[in-house]
């Protein structure tokens, strides 16, 4: 069997929609862009996406995961 089609795929993904709908619902679900005194909001997406591909990069040449 595939492994993503176990059942702890399915609770995982399942847990996150609903405490997604569950913060919508009591209206505690804000979307904030944290950044520093002299970096724009788009500048620190740009870098946040920026580090990210580097990083997938990263696993990629070393063939596994670069976090642990």
Do not use: Y
Request: with cysteine.
């Amino acid at each position: 069997a595939h492994p993503l089609k176990t059942w702890l795929v399915f609770e995982v993904i399942g847990l996150f929609i609903g405490a997604f709908i569950s913060g919508l619902l009591s209206g505690r679900t804000v979307v904030i862009v944290e950044r520093g005194p002299r970096v724009s909001r788009n500048s620190r997406l740009a870098l946040a996406f920026a580090g990210g591909m580097l990083m997938a990069i990263g696993a990629d040449l070393a063939r596994g995961c670069t976090s642990g």
